[in-house]
Each structure stands twice: as C-alpha cells, then as structure tokens.
C-alpha cells in the first residue's frame, strides 16, 4: 500500500483523510519538514509516496490525478504531490533546504503559510525532474489560507460533478468519427461498470481478443448466419477494444503489459478476422487469399508511412509548413475535422465497415471494399506528410535518423552494403529497389530467375538507402518503402505460384512479420529502442527475408514445397520475435505508453 504524509493535523470536519483512504493509501501525518523527512525514512523504498497539505481542498479526482498515475516519476497539483521510487531521492534532497529553513517545531501546514508539497515540487524542478501536473479544467484543487478562502473553494467543489469530469476523461480527446458518436458514449458507462467490479484493462482487453477470435470463427463457417454473427461480435470487440482504454484513463490503470496487449491485439484481431472471412469465403469455392493478404499488407503500410513520419518530425526543429498551416485551419472547422478523420479509415470506421459488410455481402465484396477504402486513405496520408516534407525544411536530428535506421529492419546483407560505402548512403535508392521489386514479382512467370535477380537488385539498393545518416526531408519513405517491398513480394510471388495453400502460408508470413515491425515501433515509442540487433540479423532483415522468399519460388515453384517453406520461413521468425518480445514486454519495465493522440489505428 502506498503511503500519504499530510504535513500537519487535518482541519476540523476536512474530509481529506477518507478521501485519500479512499485512494488506497495508507495516511499518517507529519508536522514540519523534519518529522516529514523522518516519515519517508519509514517508508520502504519501492513504495510511492505521497505528500498533502491537511489544508487541501478539492475534488477527490485532482488528487487521483496527482497521486496515482503509475506512468510519471512525480506529479503534483496545488497542495499535493506524490513521487515514485525513481524519485524518491531527489524529493529526500528538495526537502532539506526546506527543513532547513525554520519550520518550527510546532510549525504545520495549518497556519496559512506556504504549502510544503509546493515548495517540494519546485524543488523536484529545480533537481531536473519532470514533475507532471495534469490538467485540471474545471476541477478544483486548493490550499486555502483562511476560513473565507475555504468556503469558497468547498462552494466551488460542489459546484462541479466530479464524477461526470472523470467520465468525460476517460474518453480519448482526439478520436474517430464512428468511436465518438456511436460507441464512446456509453462505453464510458461499460468502463465505469468494470472499474466498481474490480476488472482491469487487461482483461477487458483480453475479453476483447477472445470476441473478435469468436467472430473470426464465425466469419470462418460461410454461412449467411456465421457472416451476420461475426459481423455483430465485431463490433462487440470494438465496443470492449474502446472500454479497455477508457477503463485505464477512468481508473488510471496504466501499465506497460497493458500498453502492449492492447497495441499489439488490435492488429492480432484484425488479421484473425482476414483469415476468417477468407476461410468462410473457401467454403463457398471462393478463393480470397490475395485479397485478404493485399488488405493487410495495405494497411500496415500505411501505418508504417504514419509511424516513419511521426519518428522523422518527433524532435525535428523546423517552424510549421504551409501545408501543416493549411491543415491547423481546417482542424478549426467542425465538419472539415470529422470528413478527414473519417477518411483516413480509424479502426473505428474500418471494423464499422467490415462488419456491416460481412453480414450483408460476401467476403469478396467485403475486401474489395475494403483495400478501395485503405487505398484512398493511405493516397492521402502519405500525400499529406509528403506536402509536409516539401513546405517543412526541418534539421532531422541523430534521434530521428537513429529511430529510422531501427524502423529500417536492415538485415546484415543490406548492413554488408552499406559498410562498403562508407557512409555515403543514398536514401533514393530504396524507391528504386522497391520498385524493380514490386515490378518483377507482379510481371515474371512462376519459376522465373527474374525474381531472384531483382531480389539481389533489392539488397544491393537497401544498403546504398541506409549506408548514411536518414536526416533528409524525405528520408522517412524508406521505412514504408521496404515494407511495401517485402509484403508486395511475398503477396505477389504467392499469387503467381498457385500452389495450393501458398497465399494463407504467406498471409502467416506477412502477419510475423509485421508484427516485428509494430513491435519495434513501440518499443520506439516508449523510448526503450528497437528490438536487439541480434534478433534482426536472426530473421534476416528485410532484404534476407525477401531474398529467401524468392529463391524458394525459383527453387520450389509449381510445387507444395513452396507452400512449405514459405511456411517454415514464418515459423521461424516466429518463434524467434515472439519469444523476445514476450520476455521483453514482461520483464523489462519499459514505460507504460497512452495513445492519446487520436492517431488513426
């Protein structure tokens, strides 16, 4: 349990001690700077501590705020301040110069004078930690000096449901069109209903996986009524997928599993559910692998222009564009925010129309549909960021080409190529390479060598793209560049094969492989670096892999031998990637991410 010092005795009829009991700490007071320092002593190192003038009047959901959010090191809101381990000894040092200063031994937080976590917390700042004071709005959080300043704030704190602010937060602030208006307004009620039955976001999320696995199931069977219910359990998914979030902002329930479960479900679900409806699909004598694997192969794309781009630009030092300019006007204007929101196919408007498509149309309908769908919005994000590129002459710094060269997935062939040149690195190679490599799967018959040759094209062109520094403006397209390399290959070449059960082997193959590639993202994200080089050279990068995958096509072509070694080629991988990354997102104690930029999933 966690331990509140209040510094001083509470005022007559205050009800701060059962608030913060209600908080889940344990309170014990502490008058002046002195018994306060002996009073952490007394607290064992791993615990957060917090400290609250007795004064203190506010909603309970500002001192939540303050004193519970497992994912900063301290924060602090008027009168009251908590610090986590890592903090810990830079609060021990802020509050010697405060004890020195004569406190009095009779002195307490009571007698109108400066509140102590104040002075504490500018004393964190002045150590050079990061203290987090969270927005409050229109929620109070006082230290009022006298009886009259008092009233005002109680008459303040009554004038506001605190309640209703907290449930109004637990929605994501930024959000699609769909998940706004159609399911956060009563999946906030669902949150809340698994906050006061002691669920947690992990098993709502959990419980999320496990519908949308039921409807994939479903979709799997071919039959009108298996289509119609996977399209309702869909949905249903998506209702929990949103309720997982929103249970962790109503609860502040962060943690780093929990960060990763939901990151890494989201795309588990979508392409079970592909794998679905192509199965259910096979049942009917319609064969929709292509289709199925062309969708994800787009929509990871896409999400690796968006992933590529945001690394490029996190720290770039650069004032905004024309073009980001244009786009902060349009942001002001109601319908233009929902049009663009809309368009770009979130997660909430892509399952909405998969679901409403599956149990009204056939699988093929629903695909073709969707990559129509995918197809405009990544036309448009990408031709967004590259406006952003042109009218946004930024200095790329060492982290963003460092965070580039990570999400390049660079194998040790590309790494061999690249040592040779000596740093003088070509970016605009891997557009080329991409391209004789998209072009030669897509035109050259099964068995043909023209594969293979392009492929040593591609590794030769992968080197020269990273040989140096990615700092330019348009260095970002790299990243997608070689995603689009490798999954187009695969797609293509299986699709060219026709061998049976060569495409859902290399649906398997693309999923493994993207997933390394979220998984390096977010690792990214939470500041915690790629996954180890060793694991990239194992799997063999993205130009091994892509190397490998048309030597078997050359190898093994019009055979079943294809289908097993595209297979074996995604086993492989997968055990390697799956068991790194489960260890590392258990054991590691990377930071716990919160998406609350709207960005579309």
């Known amino acids: 349990m966690s331990t509140v010092i209040l510094t001083g005795p509470p005022v007559a009829g205050s009800p701060i001690e059962a608030d913060l009991r209600g908080l889940g700490f344990e309170v014990v007071a502490a008058d002046g700077a002195g018994a306060l320092a002996a009073r952490m002593a007394a607290v064992p190192p791993a615990e957060r501590i917090a400290v609250v003038d007795p004064r203190f009047v506010g909603h309970v959901h500002a001192l939540r705020l303050a004193l519970t959010d497992p994912r900063f090191d301290a924060a602090a809101v008027p009168g009251a301040l908590s610090v986590r381990a890592a903090a810990r000894p830079a609060l021990v040092r802020a509050l010697a110069p405060a004890g020195g200063r ?13 509140s102590l976590p104040d002075e504490l917390a500018a004393g964190l700042d002045a150590e050079g930690v990061t203290v987090q004071r969270p927005e409050l709005g229109v929620l109070v959080a006082r230290v009022p000096a006298d009886a009259p300043e008092r009233a005002l704030a109680q008459e303040a704190v009554a004038a506001v449901d605190d309640e209703a602010v907290r449930l109004r937060g637990a929605v994501k602030a930024r959000d699609g069109f769909f ?12 949150a809340r209903w698994c906050a006061r039955r002691g669920l947690t976001p992990n098993q709502v999320t959990t419980a999320s996986l496990l519908v949308a696995l039921i409807a994939a199931g479903c979709a799997a069977t071919g039959t009108r009524s298996g289509f119609v219910a996977a399209g309702v359990l869909l949905i249903a998914s998506f209702v929990l997928d949103c309720t997982d979030g929103q249970l962790a902002r109503y609860s502040l329930q962060y943690s780093t599993l929990g960060a990763w479960l939901d990151a890494t479900f989201d795309r588990v679900k979508e392409y079970a559910y592909y794998a679905g409806l192509a199965l259910g699909a096979a049942r009917g004598s319609d064969d929709v692998w292509a289709l199925a694997l062309g969708a994800m192969v787009l929509q990871t794309c896409r999400h690796m222009v968006d992933f590529a781009f945001t690394e490029a630009t996190y720290d770039a030092d650069a004032k905004a564009g024309r073009t980001a300019a244009l786009s902060d006007r349009l942001d002001r204007v109601g319908w233009a925010v929902w049009i663009r929101r809309i368009i770009v196919l979130p997660i909430g408007e892509r399952w909405a129309l998969i679901a409403i ?105 992968s080197g020269l793209a990273v040989a140096g520094p990615l700092k330019g403006g348009f260095d970002w397209l ?124």
């Open 179 to 190: 998940t706004t208006h159609f399911v956060s307004p009563y999946s906030r009620y669902l």
């Open 478 to 601: 790299v990243v997608p560049l070689f995603r689009v390399a490798e999954y187009g290959t695969v797609l293509a070449l299986a699709a060219a094969s026709k061998v049976n059960g060569s495409l859902p082997a290399a649906f398997f193959l693309v999923a493994v492989v993207a997933y390394h590639h979220y998984d390096t993202v977010y690792r990214i994200r939470g500041g915690t670096g790629a996954p180890p080089r060793a694991l990239v050279r194992a799997t063999g990068g993205h130009e091994g892999r892509t190397l490998l995958v048309t030597a078997a096509s050359v190898a093994l072509a019009h055979s079943t031998g294809f289908t097993v070694a595209l297979t074996v080629l995604a086993v492989v991988p997968a055990l390697l990637v799956l068991t790194e990354s489960i260890r590392f997102w258990m054991s590691s104690g990377a930071p716990a991410l919160h998406d609350e930029t709207g960005e579309p999933a």
């Open 357 to 461: 498509l599956t149990a009204v149309a056939t699988p093929r309908v629903t695909f073709v549909v969707l990559i129509i769908g995918c197809v405009f919005a990544a036309c448009y994000t990408t031709a967004g960021r590259v406006l952003r590129s042109l009218t946004r002459r930024a200095v790329r710094t060492d982290r963003a080409a460092a965070a580039l060269a990570e999400l390049a997935d660079t194998g040790p062939l590309a790494e061999a190529v690249a040592r040779l040149l000596r740093g003088r690195g070509f970016p605009a190679a891997a557009a080329v390479g991409a391209a004789v490599m998209i072009a030669t799967s897509l035109a050259a018959p099964a068995g043909s060598w023209w594969p293979l040759v392009a492929a040593a094209v591609y590794v030769v062109t």
């Open 102 to 114: 004569d406190r009095g031994a009779g002195r307490t937080a009571v007698t109108g004078a400066e």
